[in-house]
């Protein structure tokens, strides 16, 4: 068995932005929850803390202090926190393109859906990243800026049919993730585009003792806000890929919209968590949308009329041999693999009967088998498989 170098080098910048990612939003979380739980003194004089907090970790005390002025002498080292943020866009977008553009016809595009040539799968792809940036940027500089609860829910209406429009486009499995990363590149282009340019402004101005205006700091709050609420819907798109019943129901964005209201909520709650207001109505919300987001995809599926008629195992045998085992055998025959991908096989009977479930999942009630339907699978062979299923 040779190296295969494609998959070691995903290995390795999956790795890397798995970590990265966690190092962004681990201290992203820290400070939101820094924030809220800081003591602060009723009225703080000129050059006092605005806030304070004492910790225990690992051993040691550590004694936090918040000043929203220059503290009276600046310090010699101030840490910014910004290459998390640049390395977690860079290696997604190299993952991006190691499986999604390199492999697009496997895995961008669905030929039942859009017959795209690769080149123009990528392009449209690319373009709803750049767009996707362009638009939202110019909505954070828009008047719109002030009034913060408008804006969030035309920003959800507007990704949400991103994630229509991606599926109409793409595999379901890659409609999921060009949203993630449309998302994720807001959320980079927030830190590389502003608030890191607006602190530097304003650390010049306080070190300067020149007046600061307090607009910079008004449109990074507003973009770090979007970026906090926007990390849940995130991080379950990055794993999505685990779950084809959530992107493969059919109506995918539809359950992409309902998870991410779920997450939006939980992260809600915890914001509020330090407040006086009521919070326990996001947290019964983050249930009901996850309860929805299980139920409502597969109760609104169009109902398929089985029309086909006495089925043999015979028929069975001879759809699986056309459309999955050059990939899922022992030996395949697509170009692409020296072995069954995740060591999945279907070249025997009995191997079938046993794995039936799973065949049921990605090529039936799911569609993303075979891999970008490259052998054009049709949906009355997807109904001879369910009727089979379900008559074993
Ligand atoms: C072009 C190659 C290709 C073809 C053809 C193909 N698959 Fe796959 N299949 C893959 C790859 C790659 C994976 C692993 C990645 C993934 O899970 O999406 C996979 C994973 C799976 C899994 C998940 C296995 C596990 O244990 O995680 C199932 C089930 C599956 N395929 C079923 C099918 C069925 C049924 C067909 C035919 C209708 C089919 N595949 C055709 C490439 C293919």
Not at 21 to 44: C, M, Q, T
Request: aromatic share 14%; with cysteine.
């Amino acid at each position: 068995m040779g190296i295969s170098f494609h998959t070691w080098i995903e290995l390795i910048i999956r790795w890397l932005h798995v970590i990265t990612g966690i190092a962004w939003i681990g201290a992203s979380f820290y400070f939101v929850w820094l924030d809220n739980n800081l003591e602060r003194p009723a009225k703080p004089k000129k050059g006092e803390a605005d806030g304070e907090l004492w910790s225990v970790h690992g051993g040691g005390f550590y004694h936090n202090k918040k000043y929203m002025s220059a503290p009276s002498n600046m310090p010699e080292h101030l840490h910014w926190f910004k290459y998390e943020a640049y390395f977690t866009w860079l290696s997604g977008f190299l993952l991006m393109g190691i499986i999604y553009y390199y492999g697009a016809s496997l895995y961008l595009i669905d030929s039942s859906k859009m017959a795209f040539a690769p080149w123009q799968a990528i392009t449209a792809s690319m373009g709803m990243f750049a767009g996707g940036w362009v638009f939202y940027d110019l909505l954070c500089k828009s008047p719109l800026r002030k009034k913060p609860g408008i804006f969030a829910i035309l920003l959800f209406i507007l990704l949400t049919l991103s994630a229509v429009a991606a599926g109409k486009m793409f595999s379901d499995r890659a409609a999921y993730i060009q949203v993630g990363a449309m998302i994720g590149t807001m959320m980079a282009g927030n830190v590389f585009f502003n608030i890191i340019p607006n602190q530097k402004i304003v650390v010049a101005d306080l070190i300067a003792g020149r007046p600061v205006n307090p607009e910079f700091g008004k449109a990074a709050k507003l973009r770090s806000m979007h970026n906090n609420y926007m990390t849940l819907p995130v991080l379950f798109i990055m794993t999505s890929a685990h779950y084809p019943m959530t992107y493969g129901s059919g109506m995918g964005w539809l359950g992409l919209a309902l998870i991410s209201l779920a997450g939006i909520a939980v992260r809600h709650y915890f914001n509020l968590r330090h407040t006086e207001k009521p919070k326990a109505p996001f947290a019964l919300a983050a249930i009901i949308f996850m309860i929805a987001a299980m139920t409502f995809p597969l109760a609104l599926q169009k109902p398929t009329t089985p029309t086909v008629g006495e089925i043999s195992f015979e028929n069975v045998r001879q759809i699986i041999d056309t459309h999955c085992t050059a990939c899922h055998a022992q030996n395949p025959t697509h170009e692409w693999y020296d072995e069954a991908p995740s060591g999945f096989l279907l070249d025997t009977d009995a191997l079938i009967k046993q794995y039936k479930a799973l065949i049921m999942e990605r090529a039936v009630t799911g569609k993303d088998m075979p891999l970008g339907n490259e052998t054009k699978m049709t949906d009355a062979e997807r109904e001879i498989l369910r009727a089979w299923i379900k008559g074993e």
